[in-house]
């Protein structure tokens, strides 16, 4: 029941045209990952399927996104889980925690269960870490070698991580698949831009949007994405602004200038 409350994500629906760019890591994670769980007769033997994937990049890049989106194409369950929370947020209980996420995710067959930071599971340090965590992280790793030793577990490991470098070599061992997903360039913040404005009205023309990807290099998605809603905030606070009570169609257009003003905002 715990396992159900807290990590079990609503399946939402995502799909490749979600997620931006990255053309290169869905073609492979389409054929390591999702193409396996439906059509697993035919990875057999010397084509068995990696059962752990491991997405590394910078923060804020769509690694959660692609978590999702196996699962939605794969019809899997999904389960969200960030490796701090385990060790964290159920003091004295996280090893039963593990446990019984893993039995849940037998139950639900086929499975993803996405780990974000997974390096602070999978990374053993000597110093003073607590005894409590090191059991939890001993029980993760028994659980893991445990899940998948029947050519009938349908359960896929999605670890994320920004510190890649902090993986050892055992911890390697378990991610057999590594993507790494990159920040957006120009093109695939353009595309996530013109998706976010989709479903509002603005005044932006082609060359206001080529402006706004000048200005956003190094952006992450998370960042593009937090630009726009600022910049979406624009016709409400000009309405706040001249306390004026308008109607819903004097609202005037989102425009470059709220671009503008969200650049000196973020980041
Ligand atoms: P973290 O490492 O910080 O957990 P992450 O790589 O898992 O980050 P996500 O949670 O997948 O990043 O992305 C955060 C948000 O940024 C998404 O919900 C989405 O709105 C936006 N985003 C990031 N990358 C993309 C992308 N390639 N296409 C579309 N939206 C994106």
């Known amino acids: ?3 159900e409350n807290e990590i079990l994500t609503a399946t939402q629906t995502v799909t490749w045209d979600d997620i931006a760019g990255l053309s290169q890591a869905k073609r492979a994670v389409h054929m390591a990952v999702i193409y396996p769980l439906l059509r697993p007769e035919l990875f057999q033997g010397i084509r068995a399927p990696p059962k752990g994937l491991l997405l590394f990049g910078p923060p804020g890049t769509g690694k959660t996104l692609i978590g999702k989106c196996i699962a939605s194409q794969a019809g899997a369950t999904f ?12 003091i004295g209980e996280g090893e039963k925690m593990v446990r019984a996420l893993f039995a849940v995710a037998r139950v639900r067959q086929p499975t993803v269960i996405f780990i974000d930071e997974i390096d602070s599971l999978l990374t053993q340090r000597t110093d003073g870490e607590q005894e409590a965590t090191r059991r939890i992280k001993t029980e993760f790793l028994v659980q893991l070698d445990g899940c998948g030793t029947s050519s009938e577990d349908r359960i896929i490991l999605v670890g994320a991580t920004n510190r890649p470098q902090e993986l050892d070599e055992a911890a390697r061992r378990r991610f057999p ?11 695939g913040r353009r595309t996530i831009v013109t998706n976010l404005l989709r479903s509002q009205v603005h005044s932006l ?7 706004v990807c ?4 190094g952006f992450s998605g998370a960042d593009m994405d937090t630009l726009c809603r600022e910049a979406a905030f624009g016709p409400i606070r000009s309405i706040c602004d001249n306390i004026i009570e308008a109607r819903e169609d004097e609202v005037r257009p989102i425009n470059f200038e709220d671009f503008e003003y969200a650049l000196t905002q973020v980041r």
């Open 79 to 90: 389960f969200n889980i960030s490796a701090s929370s385990l060790t964290s947020k159920w």
């Open 177 to 187: 698949k590594r993507l790494y997903v990159p920040l957006p360039d120009r093109a």
């Open 205 to 211: 023309d082609d060359a206001n949007l080529d402006l």
């Open 214 to 217: 000048d200005r956003t290099a």
């Open 1 to 3: 029941e715990m396992v």
